[in-house]
């Protein structure tokens, strides 16, 4: 894909034929040359561009160019020109690498199930594992167990997934003071299941594990299949003159460039987004924050015996609405939008929004076919979850666009209230938790896999994350993009978007402050 930096160009150079079919561009910015060819191609007021993706800014070139004279505003999915000045977004995309765990088995000689047409037992396997990896939180999985000799494991099923940065990958073939030399991604199988049974704790036995050296291949950044097939596991290959456990698996590493940026400001400030590369913070977008219908106050401040007579506020007091978020290109053109559609309200009895009742956020993109009108992308519920510690949870759907009104669960998080988190769309984290429900609970429910059977328009892997503080804290959200589900600005612009929405429901779901009266002398 190609990426764009905002540039000021000192001269340019456009040749456009009178059919439009071909616009060049040539830009000279100080002693360097760039040349950005086919901003425009014939056709490109259709809807979709040759590679079928939609590009409405591109509808506004050839209405520009047959509108305005002497000005030429040259639009594509990654550039924009006006009055003399050419703007070339670049997004350059930051190195990561995904390290994938799939088609686990067992196999253990001796072992009686009861039959399997396919000799997987899935479902009813007493295995687990812990997979570790030096830096990075313990994951877990279930092992099935193979009983059958021709039975086949699927290798899309992914059991356990890390994402690595440049600087991760250095760390591990780094030798660390208190490390062993070398880093190992290390997985451990145990019978038996962590816990405890009516207050007797049930003990895990290990019963083998796997390690696989960190190499210099690690650092490549490029696709390889460190390891794929069976392996004993075990202190011996032979206890007592019988064959000990195999372990199936196939490691995996590909790379999985993203997109990072970050909101400079916080987003009720209506800041300026960023794309961070290095130390180097490049503007991409701009964000404007919009409170309808409700007083310039703090909605969230305490309110005096007075409120009674200020009906704005009072409402404000019983709930969240009119906010609205939009995202601008460097143009100055609304690309995305989050806007409140259902209003943050206290459910009945408490002083909360509970997840019986939650607010929601409608995602939006410019229609391509009618101007200055929306189209929806995406649903975002939000609520809070009272505890110890309380959460915020965040319910993102898509909406399909095959059916009018489908809507599919992407991701359903819960981020700290106080200390904030990370609200995320990662399709392998979403259907290992669906196999998890669907083991625990065959049939299925609107919590289980019958939710993410559709997962189909945002799939492989890591889609997107949204980082944010906790309540009443400054909170400027760190937004990271798979580069393969990017392919142009308006794609980032609509993530950037649903983050907004993210850190906004952080606050609109902080518990409303009741009514109290200011006390009088006579009550003294």
């Known amino acids: 894909m190609s990426s764009w930096f905002t540039f000021n160009v000192l001269s340019k150079y456009l040749w456009f034929s009178t059919e439009f079919s071909y616009l060049a561009l040539v830009l000279s910015i100080s002693v360097q040359f760039i040349t950005v060819e086919k901003l425009v191609r014939k056709g490109c007021c259709s809807d979709t561009n040759h590679q079928g993706i939609q590009s409405f800014n591109k509808n506004r070139v050839l209405q520009r160019l047959l509108s305005t004279q002497g000005t030429v505003y040259a639009v594509q999915e990654y550039g924009f020109g006006y009055n003399g000045e050419i703007f070339v977004t670049r997004m350059d995309p930051q190195a990561f690498i995904r390290l994938s765990i799939s088609s686990l088995g067992l196999r253990i000689p001796g072992t009686a199930l009861k039959s399997e047409k396919s000799g997987i037992h899935a479902f009813s396997s007493p295995y687990s ?47 660390g003071c208190f490390y062993s030399p070398r880093a190992f991604l290390e997985i451990a199988i145990f019978t038996g299941k962590k816990g405890s049974h009516c207050g007797v704790g049930v003990k895990r036995q290990q019963i083998g594990t796997y390690k696989l050296e960190v190499g210099p291949e690690w650092g490549e950044g490029k696709p390889v299949v460190l390891f794929s097939g069976w392996i004993g596991i075990g202190k011996n290959k032979q206890e007592g003159g019988k064959l000990s456990a195999e372990l199936h698996l196939r490691v995996r590493l590909d790379p999985d460039p993203r997109y990072v940026f970050q909101f400079d400001d916080v987003t009720k400030l209506s800041p300026q987004v960023v794309q961070l590369q290095g130390s180097i913070k490049q503007p991409i977008f701009s964000c404007k924050f919009i409170r309808d219908r409700v007083p310039h106050v703090d909605p969230l401040s305490t309110y005096w015996s007075g409120s009674a007579n200020n009906p704005d506020l009072e409402s404000e007091r019983r709930e969240r609405k009119g906010w609205k978020v939009t995202i601008h290109d460097l143009s100055g053109s609304a690309v995305a939008a989050a806007f409140i559609t259902t209003p943050f309200v206290p459910s009945t009895g408490c002083d909360w929004v509970a997840r019986s009742n939650p607010g929601a956020w409608m995602i939006v993109s410019p229609d391509p076919c009618r101007p200055d009108s929306w189209q929806p992308w995406g649903k975002l519920e939000a609520w809070r979850e009272r505890g110890i510690r309380d959460s915020v949870c965040c319910r ?83 937004v990271q993009l798979a580069m393969r589900h990017v392919t142009c600005v308006e794609d980032a612009a609509i993530f950037m978007a649903l983050a907004a929405a993210v850190d906004l429901s952080i606050e609109a779901c902080r518990p409303f402050r009741r009514k109290f009266r200011k006390p009088s002398f006579h009550s003294i």
């Open 129 to 175: 594992c812990e997979i570790r990896l030096r830096g990075f939180p313990m994951q877990t999985a279930s092992v099935p167990l193979v009983s059958s000799p021709e039975a086949t494991l699927d290798s899309h099923t992914i059991a356990s997934s890390f994402y690595l940065e440049e600087s991760d990958i250095k760390a591990l073939l780094e030798p």
């Open 396 to 478: 993102f759907r898509l909406l399909s666009e095959c059916q009018e009104a489908v809507e599919l669960l992407q991701s359903e998080i819960r981020i700290n209230a106080e200390k904030g988190g990370e609200f995320f769309i990662d399709t392998d984290k979403q259907m290992r938790a669906a196999a998890a429900a669907a083991a625990a609970s065959p049939i299925p429910s609107p919590q289980s896999s019958g939710d993410f059977a559709g997962l189909g328009p945002v799939v492989g892997g890591f889609v997107m994350s949204c980082r944010v503080q906790g309540e009443g804290k400054s909170s400027k959200p760190l």
